[in-house]
């Protein structure tokens, strides 16, 4: 009775029929098992190649028919398919804002095997050209392999932009850019020699941004569109390892405050309704016109004692841009301390519609938080979607983006829960998204080798006008600039 069962189960899962060469062609109702999971995702029309492995124990070739408008093949030797680049952009040119149909036929000895067959929607919009993120080990213990590269999204080209190993291993936070026509970029070194990188209009500068008055110098923030202006949070970080089981890492703060930056005139300033002992505020953000700076914020509470009881809400506050000053009301946009939630990491798209955000259990530190997951906020509306197509299993958090407000990417640890990749999802009209898929690789088993983790990936047009070497004679030989607190 097993045997007939198993045959049956067999027989409802494979079609076969022979030809006259004694091959065999077996027709398969599932879906392949690749990696990277690509199947029935929407991707820019001038994205690198997915190349992907099958999932297979034993030697095959693989054919992948792709058709739309055309019908193009390409071939595979081996389990691993790469895709021609020349062909591959053609191909995308061809079929903008087309849904194609990918089949793929594994071949194994005289046997033929062909797989239900998924789609990839090639969107009209494109994606920002680069991409940069901070390589460094998922735990954090380990500072002397920490870099931040800069990615060509149109291939698979990179190249440094920062390398602690020439920066005396220095902590290097992460690299943003305002997403201007007329680009201004940030990042912070550490160290006795270092400061905060700012580069605007063909110059570098390295600037100390503490002050006699402040908590310590510019952490996360952002900067107006005309790079005049940042909006920074000021705190005391501190990381500790968790004794339970299944929590690793928290970092959290003493205290915190918001400090707007004038990159100009050279000048630092707050409000007291954006700093003190009362509450704590963090991860600022512009809004699309610069006018409202988004934050979050959280009562204060003993640290680490109260962590698990920090809870931080969206609110806002308004801004000046011409002259870099704060309103005089502090307004609540979304309660998610109400819901037993905290929210990090705000930001804006760039046509003014949606903010996204991570959306955790408590703090703000969500990478290592395996429940966050990324929310969408509509700002005309107030409606929130919760994005389920898009996230993860485990932790999505530290997202951009794009210039054009139609993709954006994060750090998901979906994957294994351990190391973070950047992933990329397309924002319809209605701001709804799609299923994510991660940054393509020449060869994808680089994910199964790199002990990396991707950290804030950040997308944005223009490529920096700087690379490692000059941030090594930057840190070692520039003047740093100090800045003066006003009230």
């Not at 079929?95 to 990918?102: A, I, L, Q």
């Not at 970080?237 to 703060?253: A, G, Q, T």
Request: charge should be negative; include cysteine.
């Amino acid at each position: 009775m097993k045997k007939i069962t198993l045959i049956l189960f067999i027989a409802s899962m494979f079609t076969a029929c022979s030809d006259n060469t004694h091959r065999t062609y077996w027709q398969l109702s599932q879906l392949p098992i690749i990696f990277p999971d690509y199947t029935d995702i929407t991707i820019p029309y001038n994205i690198a190649p997915l190349n992907f492995q099958v999932e297979d124990s034993v030697k095959i070739s693989v054919s992948v028919l792709i058709t739309g408008r055309d019908r193009y093949t390409f071939e595979s030797r081996s389990t691993l398919v790469q895709f021609p680049e020349k062909q591959w952009k053609k191909m995308l040119e061809a079929e903008k804002g087309n849904t194609v149909d990918v089949l793929l036929t594994v071949t194994k000895g005289r046997n033929d095997c062909g797989y239900q067959s998924f789609t990839w929607t090639i969107a009209s919009e494109p994606i920002d050209k680069y991409l940069s993120y901070r390589l460094i080990e998922p735990a954090y213990e380990v500072w002397n392999m920490l870099q931040i590269e800069e990615r060509d999204l149109e291939n698979f080209k990179t190249r440094l932009l920062s390398d602690n190993n020439i920066t005396d291993h220095t902590c290097i936070n992460c690299h943003i850019s305002n997403h201007a026509e007329n680009p201004a970029t940030f990042m912070h070194i550490r160290g006795k020699q270092g400061g905060t990188v700012y580069a605007h209009d063909g110059q570098i500068r390295k600037i100390n941004t503490k002050t006699d008055q402040t908590t310590g110098a510019a952490v996360y923030g952002e900067i107006s569109n005309n790079g005049r202006f940042g909006i920074f949070t000021t705190a005391e970080i501190i990381p500790i390892l968790h004794s339970l089981r299944n929590e690793r890492l928290e970092v959290f703060d003493h205290h915190s405050d918001l400090i707007v930056i004038d990159f100009e005139n050279g000048m630092v300033g707050t409000s007291p309704l954006v700093s003190g002992e009362t509450c704590q505020e963090t991860f600022p953000c512009f809004s699309a016109d610069n006018r409202t700076i988004y934050f979050c914020r959280a009562k204060h509470l003993p640290q680490p004692d109260s962590t698990k009881e920090m809870r931080y809400n969206l609110c806002a506050i308004d801004f000046d841009p011409e002259t870099g000053v704060l309103g005089d009301t502090v307004r609540l946009i979304f309660d998610a301390a109400s819901l037993g939630k905290s929210v990090s990491f705000p930001r804006c798209s760039s046509d003014g519609k949606y903010l996204l955000m991570s959306v955790s259990d408590y703090g703000t530190f969500p990478i290592w938080h395996p429940e966050t997951d990324l929310w969408m906020l509509n700002l005309s509306n107030s409606q929130i979607d919760r994005m389920e197509t898009t996230n993860g299993r485990f932790s999505d958090s530290y997202h951009s983006w794009s210039s054009n407000s139609r993709w954006i990417v994060f750090a998901s640890k979906r994957d294994d829960r351990v190391y973070g990749r950047p992933y990329f999802a397309y924002v319809n009209e209605d701001g709804t998204t799609t299923k994510a898929f991660v940054l393509p690789q020449k060869n994808p088993e680089y994910y199964h080798q790199t002990l990396k983790s991707f950290n804030i990936p950040e997308m944005y047009s223009t490529p920096e006008i700087y690379n490692a070497h000059y941030i090594q004679s930057l840190y070692q030989k520039g003047k740093t600039e100090s800045f003066k607190f006003i009230q």
